[in-house]
């Protein structure tokens, strides 16, 4: 997802509990109000567990918990947000379950604030609040 | 991907699988039984055999987030499923009884 340098990239705005995500467009291959989950016993929490999209089994993370969110609004119109994770030949595709896609922004790179922790990449001032701006290649390392 | 044959059950919640190449037993009846070798595993409901099921190999996130040997996922009437090796299933299906 590289881009010329001060060009602006096109970010969705997810909310997540109390705390707003940002995952470049790039990386979104599809979205889906709230897909069913199978649980797995025995995951972490941030695993909601497996759906299916495409014919395919899904992993669906519960975003809230990747940003260790507390607790926000109750989801009017949860979704699923169908994923590339990884790099490379790991690229796999992954489901965000969060509490509702909010918007889709334009930002310039001398808008993010580097964090490097986790999976938050950086974060960016927005109208609706401070995102996180989400690295979907360390999602496994969460 | 392979093509091999499977058994499918329920239990936990979740939907199992195994290759019926492992010396699978079905015990039906009220309280459904799955025996591989002398170990039994309780099902809530025995779904039967699948011929020819896409097994995908799991990938990184899903290891990293669910932590038991398996032999990857496959999707059977629009539901998800996990495929385990049979010396997996006492570790995934007695968690917190051992």
């Known amino acids: 997802m590289e881009a010329r340098e001060g060009a602006p990239r096109r970010f969705l705005v997810l909310a997540a509990g109390d705390r707003l995500a940002a995952v470049e467009v790039g990386w979104v ?3 889906f109000r709230a897909l069913p989950v199978t649980p797995l016993p025995g995951a ?3 695993l ?6 495409a014919g395919e089994p899904l992993p669906v993370l519960d975003l809230a918990q990747l940003l260790g969110a507390g607790p926000g609004q109750p989801p009017r119109f949860p979704v699923t947000v169908v994923i590339w994770a990884g790099q490379d030949k790991a690229k796999e595709l992954v489901g965000l379950a969060a509490d509702a896609a909010l918007d889709l922004v334009s930002i310039t790179a001398d808008a993010l604030i580097p964090v490097g922790e986790g999976i938050v ?10 995102a996180e701006v989400i ?3 360390r999602l496994e390392t969460a | 991907m392979t093509l091999q ?3 499918l059950w329920r239990a936990l919640g ?10 699978v037993t079905i015990v039906k009846g009220e309280k459904p039984e799955i025996h591989v070798g002398d170990a039994v595993f309780p099902a809530d409901e025995v779904l039967g055999l699948a011929q020819e099921l896409t097994v995908r190999q799991a990938g990184r996130v899903l290891r990293a987030f669910w932590p038991y040997p398996c032999l990857g ?9 996990v495929v385990l090796p049979p010396s997996a299933l006492s570790k995934v299906l007695f968690q917190g009884e051992s």
Do not use: C, H
């Not at chain 1, 909601?48 to 999209?53: E, M, R, T, Y």
């Not at chain 2, 999707?75 to 998800?80: G, N, S, T, Y």
């Open chain 1, 44 to 46: 972490r929490p941030q």
């Open chain 1, 29 to 31: 291959r599809k979205i």
């Open chain 2, 5 to 7: 044959a499977y058994l």
């Open chain 1, 121 to 130: 990449a950086a974060e960016v001032a927005l109208p609706q609040g401070t």
């Open chain 1, 48 to 53: 909601l567990g497996l759906a299916q999209f």
């Open chain 2, 14 to 23: 979740a939907t199992w699988a195994v290759p019926s190449s492992a010396g």
């Open chain 2, 73 to 81: 996922l496959a999707v059977v009437d629009q539901q998800p499923l």
């Open chain 1, 135 to 137: 690295d979907v290649s």
